[in-house]
């Protein structure tokens, strides 16, 4: 199997998620619909997928990428896990720096994906000590191949191509023009490229980063506190996130996260992470601002699955100001995958069969699915 063949078949297990509309009250007021890409479906669970594929993608494309290079990045947890899983696909050899605090099951899973992990602790530099181990390594590392999230306008490209033009399309099938987009900001790669996206369609959306309000690194520039909203809020301001072309940030306290990431999988059963949590209760208070009709969006980034041995597990105290007690959920409908994006017209190997059928000037489509 060429590399090509194996990308195409790792797209299909990539993306392409369905858009939940999730319909909930604030204490006795108006029923109100929020949207959320369901993003905790891809293949390891997470939207990390997304960019670690689009950029080996393009690695290879370029050259950059040699097959059976080893792949070297550091993270806090999902592009890891991302990284592994895609790069033992496509049989690369991966190395993961990451920080010593986050969950063990981001470990774990690493680990059982065959990457070789290295943990970083505080005294070594934490976040930003593991970036520069990263660095010195592949440094030493002959065709060493270093994703570099943080600084890589790949990973935006990746939700320009992918997660903005779903979004766009899916809303449009509904008669809807989104209001606005947030997203919790990890390297901003999904807020910047969804954003970018939905900007070029709309360019009156209103683009919201999300941070935590105790630890708000978007806001001051620099690490200040601590945080339980893992994936999000590094030790600094990415060098591929432009806070000129986004609105104000929005912050949400991690426990109040917590508590609304509880709710979604009790009440609805969407078993989403703490950042999802962060990140429904962001674009609720946009929408406070836009008047209740007004269409937002966000992703939930990933499933509560990796998050067995933290506080979303345990009772969250409530705490004066936390909105997630206050909010009912009452259903959620799920709206279809996109296929005019799953499916390649020039490409009959990417279609499911009987979707597609050879004519005579090429590939003409059958069914719509
Ligand atoms: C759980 C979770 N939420 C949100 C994000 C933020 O995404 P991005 O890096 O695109 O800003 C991440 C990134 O790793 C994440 O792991």
């Excluded at 290079?69 to 990284?83: H, K, L, M, P, R």
């Excluded at 962001?282 to 699955?305: H, I, P, R, Y």
């Amino acid at each position: 199997m060429t590399q090509a063949e194996r990308v195409r078949g790792l797209r299909v297990l990539v993306g392409n998620t369905p858009l939940l509309a999730i319909d909930f009250q604030v204490d006795d007021g108006p029923t109100r619909r929020l949207f959320a890409k369901a993003e905790h479906l891809n293949l390891t669970g997470s939207i990390k997928d997304r960019m670690a594929l689009h950029v080996l993608r393009r690695g290879y494309e370029s050259g950059a990428l040699i097959p059976g290079a080893v792949i070297i990045e550091a993270t806090s947890g999902n592009t890891g896990i991302s990284f592994a899983a895609v790069g033992r696909a496509l049989g690369h050899p991966v190395v993961i720096y990451m920080p010593d605090w986050m969950s063990a099951e981001r470990k774990a899973l690493i680990r059982s994906f065959g990457a070789e992990i290295r943990l970083v602790s505080k005294e070594e530099g934490g976040f930003l000590g593991s970036i520069r181990l990263a660095e010195e390594l592949a440094a030493r590392t002959p065709g060493a191949f270093l994703p570099r999230q943080f600084a890589n306008e790949l990973n935006t490209e990746a939700h320009v191509l992918t997660t903005g033009p779903e979004l766009l399309a899916q809303l449009r099938a509904m008669g809807l023009v989104p209001g606005a987009f947030v997203a919790g900001v990890g390297t901003g790669g999904t807020i910047m490229g969804v954003g970018r996206a939905l900007r070029h369609a709309h360019p009156g959306v209103r683009l919201h980063a999300v941070e935590p309000a105790n630890s708000p690194t978007l806001s001051t520039g620099h690490k200040v506190g601590k945080h339980r909203i893992q994936g999000i809020s590094d030790e600094f301001i990415p060098p591929i996130v432009y806070l000129d072309e986004l609105d104000r940030v929005v912050a949400v306290d991690d426990g109040d996260a917590i508590l609304m990431a509880q709710r979604l999988a009790a009440q609805l059963g969407l078993g989403v992470g703490i950042s999802s949590g962060a990140n429904f209760l962001a674009a609720m208070a946009v929408q406070d601002e836009l008047g209740a009709g007004a269409v937002v969006a966000t992703v939930f980034a990933d499933s509560n699955k990796k998050y067995l041995s933290t506080d979303l597990m345990h009772e969250e105290p409530v705490k004066p100001g936390h909105r997630a007690p206050h909010v009912t959920l009452t259903g959620v409908r799920a709206f279809n995958r996109v296929c005019e994006i799953c499916v390649d017209p020039n490409d009959p190997t990417s279609a499911p069969a009987g979707l597609f059928t050879a004519t005579r000037h090429g590939v003409g489509a059958t069914a719509r699915g």
